[in-house]
């Protein structure tokens, strides 16, 4: 077991005067590496059970996918994912550092920015996109009580929502940013309390559902589009490698910045068995309640109802639809905190760590999470897929294969912890970038990006580059993996 590392008071005094130190990306003391098994699955639950994962599902249902190959497929991609999340977790419990200074190592001081504002970017859309879910769920909760909210027109066609939609979008924006501003230790503390009571949520609607229809619906006797004479016969595996890199890029975001969150673990046992025990088990499981309950609305309302929001707005039990909605509201809240702002806020704080704190760097998070208009990011299921999920992944992969190249093969696991935090250390490599990690990221993303701009219909390419775009992520790990081996071997 790899000893857990700290710097000593003496070496700490030594280095707050540095232009790359702040609080906030300090090492974690030993005495503040008090997560546990629990404290990790929670948190993983907290994350795993939201509006997205209970809606996963139904983007491959609609591509064609029967619900057993839908589960399987998210199942398969959260294993995938789960083996760079708990390597690049390593570090994180290892050394106390979170993700941007992590960077540090491979990438350089100045050069790791590259990377952590790239995993910054997606961490924005996210935020966006979650918030607008809380919104929703606030909108349609008091939408029970105001109907002629639905008649509203529309602020303008460029933006395409009303006013009360905005202001409950907004409002739920207040929520997330006061929660970030009494920072990490409340995060966990949200987490902890809401992650058995959004399990139970579920439960109670899968039971719901069972005791309204007495079976589990038209859903699970739905055969897959794929099968002999089906209307996309022979076409199984064209869908499903792209769908897999969907999946694999859902938490390809995670996989980077773990150790934000692994620098409080105790252990490397608790990060390894809070993952593994928190993610594959409640993901697969949220998305079949999903499935379930999606399926018996069809018998119970007479439509396929996906929107989780929309179906407890049906709920005539006034009681029932206010604390089923606040359920909801909570789901959506504990993912957005912990995989949308913590990356975000401490990449933007790593930019200027004399200038710009944790809080100030979720603030910077929250205003891009308006500017994109993340209501349009999923108005579209397979742009969600294709465009948006394995899109980013192409960006992503390529720096975890540098990451983990450089921290496993190349040094072994073994850090000079100090020099992180020191310009002139042992990781300025030429002028503060590592020219070698920068190449292998770049090399790592150029495959896929015509794939991905004739996939948004910017301009038209060959099969051979489509169906490369389809296996996005893995296409960037492999190569930047391979480029970055390749020229630190054979650097002489």
Avoid at 61 to 75: D, E, H, P, R
Avoid at 105 to 128: E, T, Y
Avoid at 273 to 298: C, D, E, K, R
Wanted: hydrophobic residues 50%; proline residues 5%; glycine residues 10%.
């Amino acid at each position: 077991m790899d000893k857990l590392i700290e710097l000593s008071d003496a070496e700490v005094s030594g280095l707050t005067s540095s232009k790359l130190w702040n609080k906030d990306l300090s090492p974690t003391k030993l005495i503040q590496r008090h997560w546990g098994v629990r404290d990790i699955s929670a948190l993983w639950i907290g994350m795993s059970v939201c509006i997205p994962t209970y809606m996963l599902a139904s983007s491959l249902i609609s591509g064609g996918m029967n619900w057993l190959q839908s589960i399987l497929t998210i199942f398969l991609g959260n294993a995938i994912v789960l083996i760079p999340m708990v390597l690049n977790a390593h570090a994180g419990t290892k050394y106390g550092i979170p993700f941007p200074v992590f960077a540090r190592v491979s990438f350089g001081i100045k050069g790791a920015n590259i990377p952590a504002v790239l995993r910054a970017i997606v961490a924005c859309g996210w935020f966006g996109i979650q918030t607008w879910i809380g919104g929703w769920a606030i909108y349609k909760l008091l939408g029970v009580y105001f109907t002629h909210w639905e008649k509203i027109p529309v602020l303008s066609a460029w933006l395409g929502i009303n006013l009360p939609q905005l202001l409950c979008f907004l409002f739920f924006w207040f929520v997330n940013i006061y929660i970030i501003y009494r920072g990490i230790e409340t995060i966990r503390c949200v987490e902890n309390f809401s992650a058995p009571l959004l399990l139970l949520v579920g439960i109670a609607l899968l039971v719901w559902v069972w005791v309204k229809v007495g079976s589990l619906g038209p859903i699970f006797s739905q055969p897959s589009q794929f099968v002999a004479g089906g209307p996309k016969e022979g076409q199984f595996w064209i869908f499903f490698f792209p769908a897999l890199t969907g999946m694999v890029g859902y938490w390809a975001t995670l996989s980077l910045n773990i150790p934000d969150f692994t620098r409080y673990a105790k252990s490397q046992k608790a990060q390894f068995l809070g993952q593994v025990l928190g993610l594959n088990t409640t993901m697969p499981f949220y998305a079949f309640i999903g499935v379930a309950v999606t399926s018996a609305t069809l018998l119970i309302f007479g439509e396929t109802i996906w929107d989780p929001v929309v179906l407890l707005s049906k709920f005539e039990n006034p009681a029932v639809n206010v604390i089923s909605q606040i359920a909801l509201l909570l789901a959506t809240l504990t993912t957005n905190l912990a995989a949308n702002v913590v990356a975000p806020a401490n990449s933007f704080s790593n930019i200027s760590p004399g200038k710009i704190s944790f809080r100030t760097g979720g603030l910077i998070t929250g205003i891009i999470g308006i500017i994109i208009m993340p209501w349009k990011l999923v108005a579209d299921p397979m742009g969600y897929i294709f465009t948006w999920l394995i899109g980013y992944s192409a960006l992503l992969g390529p720096i975890g294969g540098v990451l983990i190249c450089d921290y496993f093969v190349i040094r072994k696991k073994e850090l000079n912890l100090p020099d992180l935090y020191l310009e002139k250390g042992g990781y300025s490599y030429s002028n503060g970038y590592n020219i070698k990690a920068l190449a292998a990221l770049v090399l790592g993303i150029l495959p896929n990006i015509p794939g991905f701009l004739g996939t948004i219909g910017v301009v038209r390419v060959g099969l051979f580059w489509m169906n490369l775009y389809n296996y996005a992520w893995f296409v960037g790990f492999f190569i930047a993996f391979a480029v970055y081996l390749l020229l630190i071997k054979f650097k002489k």
